[in-house]
């Protein structure tokens, strides 16, 4: 499906204040854009923001990072920011693609990578750019503390099947890992449902979640 692109949305995200801008600048040096030494979590692929945004007003003391490539939608999250009625300082986002996270976070910066309904890019030609590929776990590994961790959920059973195999080729520890989310009491202590889950668990699609540790 073609993007549907949003005029004036690359203008708008470059002078929000909202988005870090020259990011490739800010590696090891993310607790000062913050101002503390909280720990740093980010989502890759956060589309119109509703996940990681619940995130932040739900946990004040951890500081979060959106990563979205798409002006069309990161433009839609910086929208929901405006409207806040307590400004969420705990909460910066960047437009950029994720090949490029190792050159934007220090080794060991980060703490939690979430990954949630990323795209499945089907072809097995172009399996190396699916965000659960062994080419992405190298780069997570390399930002994530000694006790960091991946949270990925999807409802795409194919997508899902790959990134199970793929982290475990990878040597990386399953910590965690269902194909129905849903009716894990455990696992859904706290889960926060994207526009997507809350689409495909309408339409009764099981959604899958694995996590991962290196």
């Known amino acids: 499906m073609r993007l549907r692109n949003i005029r004036g949305s690359r203008e708008a995200v470059a002078?929000?204040?909202?988005?870090?801008h020259q990011e490739e600048t800010r590696a090891d040096a993310w607790n000062s854009v913050f101002g503390n030494k909280n720990p740093i979590h980010i989502e890759i692929g956060m589309g119109k923001g509703k996940f990681?945004?619940?995130?932040?007003?739900?946990?004040?003391h951890i500081n979060y990072i959106g990563?979205?490539?798409?002006?069309?939608?990161?433009?839609?999250?910086?929208?929901?920011?405006?409207?806040?009625?307590?400004?969420?300082?705990?909460?910066?986002?960047?437009?950029?693609?994720?090949?490029?996270?190792?050159?934007?976070?220090?080794?060991?910066?980060i703490?939690?990578?979430?990954?949630?309904?990323?795209?499945?890019?089907?072809k097995d030609r172009h399996a190396r750019r699916r965000l659960t590929s062994e080419d992405y776990?190298?780069?997570?590994?390399?930002?994530?503390?000694?006790e960091g961790r991946v949270e990925?959920?999807?409802?795409?059973?194919?997508?899902?099947?790959?990134?199970?195999a793929s982290a475990k080729e990878a040597g990386w520890e399953l910590q965690a890992v269902t194909y129905d989310l849903h009716s894990e009491?455990?696992?859904?202590?706290?889960?926060?449902?994207?526009?997507?889950?809350?689409?495909?668990?309408?339409?009764?699609?099981?959604?899958?979640k694995m996590i991962i540790k290196p």
């Open 15 to 20: 002078v929000s204040h909202y988005v870090i």
């Open 52 to 60: 990681i945004m619940e995130l932040a007003r739900r946990n004040p």
């Open 67 to 109: 990563i979205e490539k798409y002006s069309s939608v990161l433009i839609r999250a910086l929208e929901k920011m405006e409207q806040e009625e307590v400004p969420l300082s705990n909460l910066y986002f960047i437009r950029m693609d994720a090949e490029n996270i190792g050159k934007v976070f220090g080794t060991g910066e």
């Open 111 to 122: 703490e939690r990578i979430y990954l949630n309904f990323s795209d499945p890019w089907p």
């Open 137 to 146: 776990l190298k780069r997570y590994k390399q930002i994530l503390s000694p």
């Open 152 to 164: 990925f959920k999807t409802d795409n059973r194919m997508l899902f099947d790959f990134s199970v």
């Open 185 to 208: 009491d455990t696992l859904m202590e706290g889960n926060i449902m994207t526009e997507y889950e809350e689409r495909f668990s309408r339409m009764g699609n099981p959604i899958h």
